[in-house]
């Protein structure tokens, strides 16, 4: 246990933090699956409702990024892969 007052509440704030940015990346994760089980059972009928759980997520991802809980290029990442699935899953369903 350290002795020294900033080192404690050094350590205070670094939990308080940790416990944030795991807020952060736990509501991204449970909105990437929800997007992504709306994507396996897709049809033509929720398509809109993909959409809007693929813009859910974009606004919780570039909301972190903004907070610095995630790296700009791991957001942009975890976004591309988003809409790669969205575009291929799309083009299967809907060949002409």
């Not at 350590?11 to 991204?28: A, E, H």
């Not at 859910?56 to 988003?82: C, E, P, W």
């Amino acid at each position: 246990m350290p002795k020294n007052l900033s080192v404690v509440k050094k350590n205070q704030i670094s939990l308080c933090k940790k416990s944030r940015n795991k807020s952060y990346k736990s509501v991204i994760k449970t909105l990437t699956k929800k997007y992504l089980s709306t994507i396996n059972c897709f049809s033509s009928t929720n398509i809109d409702e993909a959409l809007l759980r693929l813009s859910a997520t974009y606004q919780m991802i570039d909301k972190a990024v903004s907070k610095g809980i995630l790296h700009k290029n791991n957001g942009a990442r975890k976004k591309s892969a988003l809409a790669r699935l969205l575009k291929n899953v799309s083009f299967e369903n809907f060949t002409i």
